[in-house]
């Protein structure tokens, strides 16, 4: 498995629904507009069949996150769905979960022990990108950089770049190692030259989580590249701070992605 501080084979799994954190975190448009919702705002003259139509045309209208990951012992869908959850609670915007391809043979991954995926999320197809409004990219780390499975969907994009059909749509990354100096800020550095050669635009988290970017006093994955989870031997579950940061992420780029909406 992901030797120099990648992952490794999983003791245990970890459970999907972890207890959320409630924190207080500075955000870049608090007071942004709410697109959707002034578009489609109703009267008292109203019907319940006008009503019904402005709420689906409320639910074609919303921006689209595609949350996309690969994550073989778990670690990154927590943080995947802990990022959904943020990106759905800013109105007008909803997050959309999909996984990429598997690569290695199943015979591999039942020698590695690597539990069966959610057959709830499905597999994102290529041709399916250039429908997002905005993107966040999970994997873990293998030697510094991502992992292969991601690394083989984003080579399988080459029509895509070849007319720059996703130039300008904003983009982030989130990660996962098996050890503290194992790649948290390397993985998604090297990452970011997938961005730039399809024109995409990066969305780094910066230090906008506050105070929960200086803990030092218990372990914490995540940068200001993107939050983060220390996977260890693959026994240790997220932290409570490890999903807080996920799931403002989610928020973060949410509001940017409203943002850019709105100058568009």
Same mark, same amino acid.
């Given at each position: 498995m992901g030797k120099g501080g990648g992952c490794v084979p999983s003791k245990k799994r970890s459970p999907i629904d972890v207890q959320d954190q409630d924190q207080d975190h500075p955000n870049p448009d608090r007071d942004g507009h709410n697109l959707v919702q002034n578009q489609?705002?109703?009267?008292?003259?109203?019907?319940?069949a006008q009503n019904n139509n402005n709420m689906q045309a409320e639910a074609v209208k919303k921006l689209r996150i595609f949350i996309i990951f690969y994550s073989m012992y778990s670690h990154v869908e927590l943080l995947a769905r802990k990022m959904k959850k943020g990106v759905d609670s800013i109105d007008g915007v909803e997050g959309v979960l999909y996984r990429v391809p598997e690569t290695l043979p199943m015979e591999a991954l039942e020698?590695?022990?690597?539990?069966?995926?959610?057959?709830?999320?499905?597999?994102?197809?290529v041709?399916?990108?250039?429908?997002?409004?905005?993107?966040?990219?999970?994997?873990?780390?293998?030697?510094?950089? =991502? +992992?292969?499975?991601? *690394?083989? !969907?984003?080579?399988?994009?080459?029509?895509?770049?070849?007319g720059q059909r996703l130039a300008g749509v904003p983009a982030g990354f989130f990660v996962s190692t098996g050890t503290q100096g194992g790649g948290q800020?390397?993985?998604?550095?090297?990452?970011?030259?997938?961005?730039?050669?399809?024109?995409?635009?990066?969305?780094?988290?910066g230090y906008t989580f506050g105070a929960g970017m200086f803990e030092m006093v218990s372990l914490r994955g995540g940068s200001p590249y993107g939050a983060g989870v220390f996977s260890g031997d693959g026994s240790r579950e997220p932290s409570e701070t490890e999903l807080a940061l996920a799931e403002h992420q989610g928020k973060y =780029? +949410?509001?940017?992605? *409203?943002? !850019?909406?709105s100058a568009s």
């Open positions: 489609f705002s109703t009267t008292n003259s109203t019907t319940p020698q590695m022990r690597v539990p069966l995926k959610d057959g709830g999320v499905p597999v994102v197809s041709d399916e990108l250039t429908m997002a409004d905005g993107f966040l990219f999970g994997f873990p780390t293998r030697f510094g950089s =991502m +992992a292969a499975q991601m *690394k083989a !969907f984003f080579d399988s994009t080459g029509n895509l770049w070849k800020e390397t993985t998604a550095w090297t990452a970011i030259t997938q961005l730039v050669h399809h024109g995409m635009i990066y969305v780094p988290i =780029m +949410a509001l940017i992605v *409203k943002r !850019f909406s």
